[in-house]
């Protein structure tokens, strides 16, 4: 009979002082931050994501103001042409059909609202920064932890020991799941649909939000002069009794020209953009909220943290927010020399996100359930109310949230 053979011991150990999980845009920005910020050499780093897919993708991503002083800092701004994104000139924010909208205007060409990119390109020219930098394609399959460091197990065969670990696996992390962090879970009983429209003139740098009786449905421009990148939100109920279910272009393009009729404006369906086929995304709109996103040795950013209703299209801009503060929370603990596991890491990142995080979710959910209501009366008090806020310099409260 063979002897009996610990899996544990077959592991490959590996030691880096801080470790990221996670392979998407949060993930990157947060490994490429630590690299730039002068605190670790390079081989104390890890980035641990799951094995690239080579798919062309279009999905593009809002980078608010603060956002954009970030790429700029970090170099990415810099290593893109300019016809990779594009500038946001004006927001324009449509409480109901017929009514005005709230409207902001950026004059200053060097200073725009927002700038819209690729996850694509982004996600390429962050991975040419981090070609010096330790990979591990896999995931986590357990993890670890006592006073002196965690554990990572890994599915490839191999064992990582951190002494901090950023959680940026996304809104179903499994990071999360293995460490039982308490999540407030939101139903919202709606989709996302999202692809590109051809509207009947140039957008000119306009960002669009609508709350259309289909549900809300942000419009970002694209790099082409007419096209445009939509998510509408719709509910799951109305989806599924839809005669244009097979087509679910024509019916987001009919809301909307019905909606903008007054406007003189209406959007058309495209085959592909780019020679890339226009292809419909769709995902359940379940969102989360952690009142404590973190735990032992370990930080959850990003979606792991809180996933909020893309209508205010400030997710990833949160996310950011997220990866400055653990950059400020590790730069004030090595002040003093405290170990990367210490909890005043932990409670510095806590005190710094939770106040604009929750902020933010009551924002967008006060949008989300007043303009989704089925209450007449409650949506004529939103719509009036927008209507106030227009005449008043306090429309430029979403402008603050925005910039979050």
């Known amino acids: 009979m063979k002897p009996f053979k610990n899996k544990q011991t077959e592991y490959k150990e590996c030691f880096h002082k801080i470790c990221v999980v996670g392979g998407g845009l949060t993930g990157a920005i947060m490994t490429l931050l630590l690299k730039n910020s002068g605190l670790f050499e390079k081989g104390e780093i890890a980035w641990i994501k799951p094995k690239e897919k080579k798919l062309s993708d279009l999905r593009t991503t809002l980078y608010n103001s603060k956002s954009i002083d970030l790429l700029k800092n970090s170099g990415l701004l810099k290593s893109l042409k300019q016809d990779d994104y594009t500038n946001v000139r004006q927001i324009s924010v449509f409480g109901a059909r017929g009514s005005l909208p709230l409207i902001w205007d950026s004059s200053d060409v060097t200073n725009p609202l ?29 993890t670890t932890t006592n006073n002196f460091e965690r554990t990572l197990y890994l ?37 996302a649909i999202s692809g590109f429209l051809k509207q009947s003139r140039k957008h000119n740098g306009t960002a669009l939000q609508a ?68 292809k419909l995304s769709t995902w359940d709109l379940n969102l989360n909220l952690v009142i404590n996103p973190t735990a032992e040795r370990t930080i959850l950013i990003g979606d792991a943290a809180h996933s909020i209703h893309p209508l ?17 929370a590790i730069q004030k603990s090595s002040e003093f020399g405290n170990d990367l596991g210490d909890q005043a890491i932990i409670d510095f990142y806590k005190k710094d996100r939770l106040p604009q995080t929750l902020s933010m979710t009551a924002f967008t959910d006060f949008l989300f359930y007043g303009f989704t209501s089925r209450s007449a009366k409650t949506k004529k008090i939103l719509n009036k109310g927008m209507e106030n806020l227009n005449k008043s310099n306090l429309k430029n409260i979403f402008k603050v949230f925005a910039s979050i």
């Open 114 to 142: 927002g700038i819209i990119i690729k996850n694509e390109v982004v996600l390429n020219a962050i991975n040419e920064q981090l070609n010096d930098i330790i990979h591990y394609d896999s995931v986590i399959t357990n």
């Open 155 to 191: 599915n490839n065969k191999k064992n990582i020991k951190t002494h901090l670990l950023l959680s940026a696996d996304g809104k179903n992390s499994y990071i999360r799941k293995l460490l039982s962090i308490n999540t407030i879970n939101k139903n919202t009983k709606h989709i």
């Open 211 to 278: 709350f259309t009786e289909l549900g809300p449905i942000g419009i970002l421009p694209f790099e082409n002069d007419n096209i445009i990148n939509f998510v509408q939100s719709i509910e799951k109920n109305n989806l599924q009794n839809l005669i244009y279910k097979n087509n679910l272009e024509e019916y987001v393009c009919k809301n909307l020209n019905e909606f903008f009729l007054e406007s003189d404006l209406s959007f058309k369906p495209i085959k592909s953009i780019n020679g890339i086929k226009n």
């Open 312 to 328: 205010a299209g400030q997710g990833l801009n949160l996310a950011l927010r997220d990866c400055v503060s653990v950059i400020k």
